[in-house]
């Protein structure tokens, strides 16, 4: 089965205050793994998509790395804006994403 | 475009009473998703349908819960009859497989429901 577990549960960081989230995937057959912002009351927004280890993107503050077991997103000098929940997903073949429970980032002014 | 459409945004209702949620997809997608998304168990797929046919309903909570797509721009998401355990907010999604590099799901803004 596919499981998706991402930590911490919540991150608060000052802003300036650089910082990494963290998911750990199982999953046979990876054909993408799939990070999402989602505001208070909003539906889920797309970020990044990776398809294989070592590979890197990037927008804006925001970093996404992937290696065979985890990838990391990467926040540089964040700022009260970049406050959400990061959701992690992967996708085996044309299966839905499954997803993570999530990251609730808060960024303190 | 103008996105994955739902209605309505909000719905509160009274426990045994049915309740219908629906969701427009992007047009052109062909893939639609049904998620149920709670604070205990996060997002969770309840159904999907690729090219108006139901594949997996596996995720489903039981007989109570029942979904339609009869065209390529349209679906609906049935509780009949509503329990309290089923508060949560429903999401729809699309996906267009055929879009290359674009192969992701968009969502919509989600319907929250409340039943007393």
């Known amino acids: 089965e596919d499981q998706v577990t991402q930590s911490p549960e919540a991150l608060r960081l000052q802003e300036g205050e650089s910082s990494s989230l963290n998911c750990s995937y199982t999953v046979s057959g990876l054909r993408g793994l799939f990070w999402y912002r989602q505001d208070p009351g909003k539906g889920p927004e797309f970020l990044f998509t990776?398809?294989?280890a070592g590979e890197e993107k990037e927008k804006e503050r925001l970093k996404a790395t992937l290696t065979k077991k985890e990838s990391f997103l990467h926040i540089t000098a964040p700022k009260p804006e970049d406050s959400a929940t990061y959701l992690c997903a992967v996708r085996r073949g044309n299966t839905p994403l499954v997803f993570g429970k999530g990251t609730r980032l808060s960024v303190i002014a | 475009d103008a996105g994955v459409i739902q209605s309505p945004r909000h719905e509160v209702t009274e426990m045994g009473q049915e309740v219908t949620l629906r969701c427009k997809p992007i047009s052109g997608h062909d893939y639609l998703f049904w998620y149920r998304q709670t604070m205990m168990r996060g997002l969770e797929l309840l159904i999907y349908?690729?090219?108006?046919?139901?594949?997996?309903d596996s995720g489903m909570p039981e007989d109570r819960f029942s979904a339609k797509m009869p065209n390529a721009s349209f679906s609906t998401l049935k509780i009949q009859p509503s329990e309290p355990r089923d508060s949560a907010v429903y999401f729809c999604?699309?996906?267009?497989?055929?879009?290359?590099?674009?192969?992701?799901?968009?969502f919509g803004p989600g319907t929250r429901l409340t039943v007393l």
């Open positions: 999604a699309s996906r267009d497989s055929l879009a290359g590099g674009l192969d992701t799901q968009y």
């Open positions: 349908f690729n090219n108006n046919v139901p594949i997996d």
């Open positions: 990776l398809y294989s």
